[in-house]
């Protein structure tokens, strides 16, 4: 079945520590896209790529990173320098061409102690 | 910048029908799209409007009016499972990244 897929889907991590997390997807879909989601706060756009080896921040990229080194995979790093990154991180990937559904993982909550 | 309102919560009762709306205020706009989450859950899409006019599937409808910026979800013969947040997505072209509101809050009741 294609899908997209998220790991792991819950995720603890020390203060200051950095930790990547997966997204791989089998629906050939050239764009794909981290979002952020807080209580009340909705979707917020973190990175997105639409092409292999290329991709763009998004509106909070700050203290986050992203590789795109196939098209399958879209791995986020939280890193050190976010300062609040506790929150419910979703993956979504989309065809890259008009009036497309996104599709979304099952997303990964991420706390940090 | 984009910005869209949508209320934050919204009851309705079993066999009801409920219309959650959306305003927008974007720089470009190439279409507005439905998902709905729920609690913990993956977003999944619902519609998608590019044009003025009513998009129906099953019990779901969206409507647009590109002129007034403004859209909504109609849900008719509510169900329980239809207990959800649902959210409003621009795209500001056919090929970018979807920006989302914050989410209406559906809660069903008996």
């Known amino acids: 079945d294609g899908g997209i897929t998220q790991s792991p889907k819950y995720l603890f991590r020390k203060e200051g520590q950095n930790v990547t997390l997966s997204c791989e997807q089998n629906l050939n879909h050239d764009a794909m896209y981290w979002y952020r989601q807080d209580p009340g706060q909705g979707l917020r756009l973190i990175y997105y790529?639409?092409?292999?080896?290329?991709?763009q921040k998004g509106d909070i990229a700050e203290g986050y990173s992203v590789s795109r080194e196939k098209k399958e995979s879209f791995p986020l790093t939280v890193t050190s320098a976010q300062k609040n990154p506790t929150a419910f991180y979703l993956c979504?990937?989309?065809?890259?061409?008009?009036?497309?559904?996104?599709?979304f993982g099952q997303g990964t909550r991420l706390t940090v102690v | 910048g984009q910005s869209l309102e949508q209320p934050s919560e919204v009851t309705a009762v079993e066999g009801a029908i409920v219309q959650i709306n959306c305003t927008y205020q974007?720089?470009?706009?190439?279409?507005l799209s439905w998902y709905q989450q729920h609690d913990g859950g993956a977003p999944t899409f619902l519609s998608y409007n590019a044009l003025d006019g009513l998009e129906e599937t099953g019990r779901f409808s969206s409507f647009l009016s590109r002129s007034d910026s403004y859209g909504y979800l109609l849900l008719q013969e509510l169900q329980m499972k239809d207990s959800a947040s649902y959210f409003c997505a621009v795209s500001l072209s056919g090929y970018s990244t979807l920006t989302f509101g914050k989410g209406t809050m559906l809660l069903v009741s008996p």
């Open positions: 979504a990937s989309r065809a890259r061409k008009e009036n497309t559904e996104a599709f």
């Open positions: 790529s639409q092409i292999v080896n290329d991709f």
């Open positions: 974007t720089s470009g706009f190439y279409g």
